[in-house]
């Protein structure tokens, strides 16, 4: 990839020099209580070494999805009290996005300073569809940093075609942080010469939001192990009966696809064998340990069962290469989590180099209380990460490549 970096920026010198700062700082939220600051502790060293070396830092990032209008339930308030306290310095939040707040908290940075503007997500422009719109956003974003540079590094958001991810990148000299380019490195050791063997484990809750990516993997990998709510479909593609779990009846033959193209391709795709089958979704909810092939028709599966975690981990014992998104069970309910700790520790166990890719697998790493340093990468974007293994061009990435 060839495009300016970081350390070029910060070789130029910024001391005194305006930097506009895409992070992803979309966080989960609990009332105004955030439940788990890792997107806000990845995107600290960029802004940290932009600060210390005396630049005008102005980061912008969104929160949830507010429709296209202030909604004082995303405000990025509790953003900027935590992205303080790890500073250590103050980060004044804007009242606005490029309003007059805005302006004045720019306009009086101070060098080494630091104003975190609203949520971009509060002006409908920033994911408008029309290019015009976000263009005249970014043109804004821009002016409140006369003279200044840009540094993507929200690589949550890169795979999307949104004014301060994309249209800005035109307006201003562009760099990528080096949160963005971690994650294209360790992305790159999924897809180009992979150590092998190679697995991918995939859980969640729908197949639809992961036909791409499967299609593209049965292509790479040497062994596909599906959980979570997805595996029902494939239980069903192969006849058996799965009860009230979450079924989407419209992908099963996408799904019958799958499994006969694994098979022609020599790829060992392993389904759960056993579940914990449930009375309803609920945290305390009856449930017993059936074999995966017979559950009752008045039971959901909530989890994989006991015999599953200990195939998938000694499918992943011998493993080089492993990449996971998406939870085994409801890991949110303590009765239900057993499935995905039990892939995490594997992971742990494991020589292998291995990647959790960002979203509920990496919110259930720090739920669970596992060792973040046990896995070789904790993604930041769950998303970004899919659409780069399905083999998708990343608009972020095309932008900033684009601009020198």
């Known amino acids: 990839m060839s495009v300016k970096n970081l350390d070029d920026l910060l070789g130029e010198g910024v001391q005194g020099r305006y930097v506009l700062v895409r992070s992803d700082l979309n966080v989960p939220l609990d009332g105004e209580r955030i439940t ?23 980061v912008t990032a969104h929160l949830g999805r507010p429709k296209g209008e202030p909604d004082p339930k995303y405000t990025l308030a509790p953003v900027a009290k935590r992205l303080s306290e790890l500073l250590g310095a103050e980060v004044a939040l804007a009242g606005d996005l490029v309003g007059e707040s805005a302006k004045a908290l720019t306009g009086g940075l101070a060098d080494g300073g630091v104003v975190l503007l609203e949520n971009v997500r509060f002006d409908a422009r920033e994911t408008s569809k029309d290019a015009v719109d976000r ?59 992979v150590k092998r063997p190679y697995v991918v484990v995939l859980g969640g809750a729908k197949v639809s939001d992961k036909l791409g990516v499967i299609a593209n993997l049965l292509t790479k990998v040497d062994r596909l192990l599906i959980g979570g709510g997805m595996a029902y479909t494939f239980l069903k593609a192969q006849g058996h009966e799965v009860g009230n779990s979450l079924l989407q009846a419209d992908q099963l033959d996408q799904v019958k696809g799958f499994l006969a193209e694994a098979e022609k391709r020599g790829v060992e795709l392993v389904l759960p064998v056993d579940v914990l089958a449930a009375t309803g979704f609920a945290a305390d909810a ?54 995905t700790r039990a892939v995490a520790e594997a992971l742990v166990k494991s020589d292998a180099f291995t990647v959790v890719g960002g979203g509920d697998s990496a919110a259930a790493v720090r739920q669970l209380g596992l060792p973040e340093d046990g896995f070789s990468h904790i993604s930041t974007g769950g998303g970004a990460s899919l659409e780069y293994l399905e083999g998708k061009e990343l608009p972020g990435v095309v932008a900033l490549e684009g601009s020198n």
């Open 36 to 58: 788990d600051d890792g997107r806000v502790r990845a995107a600290l060293p960029t802004i940290k070494k932009l600060a210390d070396a005396g630049a005008k830092v102005v």
């Open 286 to 339: 009856e449930h017993e340990v059936v074999e995966a092939t017979a559950i009752p028709a008045d039971r959901e599966g909530l989890d994989i069962g006991p015999k599953t975690r200990e195939l998938f981990a000694s499918k992943l014992a011998d493993a080089a290469t492993v990449f996971w998104n998406g939870p085994m069970g409801v890991f949110e309910f303590e009765a239900f989590s057993g499935g």
């Open 135 to 193: 263009s005249e956003l970014a043109a804004e974003l821009g002016a409140l940093v006369p003279g200044g540079a840009f540094v993507s590094d929200g690589f949550g958001v890169v795979h999307r075609k949104q004014a301060s991810v994309y249209e800005v990148a035109s307006v201003l000299p562009a760099y990528a942080g080096g949160l963005v380019l971690a994650e294209l490195d360790v992305l790159k050791k999924l897809t180009d010469d």
